[in-house]
């Protein structure tokens, strides 16, 4: 396959209205997405868990009781660090297409902590209709050490928001941007043609 190719159509198919580029790139991120954060945070990953669901009503107490209160929105990644921390990992293709709101959700998910949110998980997993996704999350949580005996084992306590986005003009410390990515590809994959390609394109997608 000729990745050149392919990256140079993502990015030509990415400059049109209604095409969502997340969707297909995500996966591309998340898969490196342990790697380059252990170096970007100088940390050593436990797990990844892509597409993380936080309760509603753990985050916004007032939906407790009602019909939401068991509804959630996605986390894009949870990184299981083996530092003593967890991470809430934000994907943007496109740097404008990060919202206050969302920026919200994510603080308020860190300030319920660890312990908090896996509970509502739990409790989503005991009334959802989608029985094998939520035993195979839960399995997956408890691999990483999150839960034992179907309860929070004490792991990791506090959370960390990153966001990976385009560009870091402020250059925060939580943000990496696709520059950063991008070296970090060149540098440890400098004779695969499709880490180099993917290198190039985030380059390229940097500028967004």
């Known amino acids: 396959m000729n990745w050149k190719n392919y990256f140079e159509m993502l990015a030509d198919w990415k400059k049109l209205p209604a095409y969502k580029a997340e969707p297909r790139i995500d996966s591309l991120i998340g898969f490196f997405l342990p790697q380059f954060i252990e170096a970007y945070l100088k940390i050593k990953v436990a797990g990844t868990i892509p597409e993380l669901p936080i309760r509603l009503a753990t985050v916004k107490p007032k939906h407790e009781g009602t019909n939401y209160a068991d509804r959630s929105y996605k986390v894009d990644f949870l990184i299981v660090g083996k530092n003593g921390m967890n991470y809430l990992v934000e994907f943007k293709s496109d740097s404008g297409s990060r919202r206050d709101k969302q920026d919200i959700y994510l603080e308020e998910a860190k300030s319920a902590g660890t312990k908090s949110i896996v509970e509502g998980i739990l409790k989503i997993a005991s009334v959802s209709t989608y029985k094998a996704k939520y035993n195979h999350l839960l399995l997956k949580l408890a691999s990483f050490g999150l839960l034992n005996n179907g309860e929070y084992s004490g792991l990791n306590p506090s959370f960390e928001v990153i966001y ?15 520059v950063w990515i991008s ?7 400098p004779v695969s043609e499709f880490e180099m390609e993917f290198s190039e394109a985030l380059k390229v997608w940097a500028m967004d």
């Open 183 to 189: 070296n970090w590809l060149a540098e440890k994959y």
């Open 164 to 178: 990976v986005q385009p560009s870091n003009p402020n250059n925060q410390k939580n943000v990496i941007d696709f």
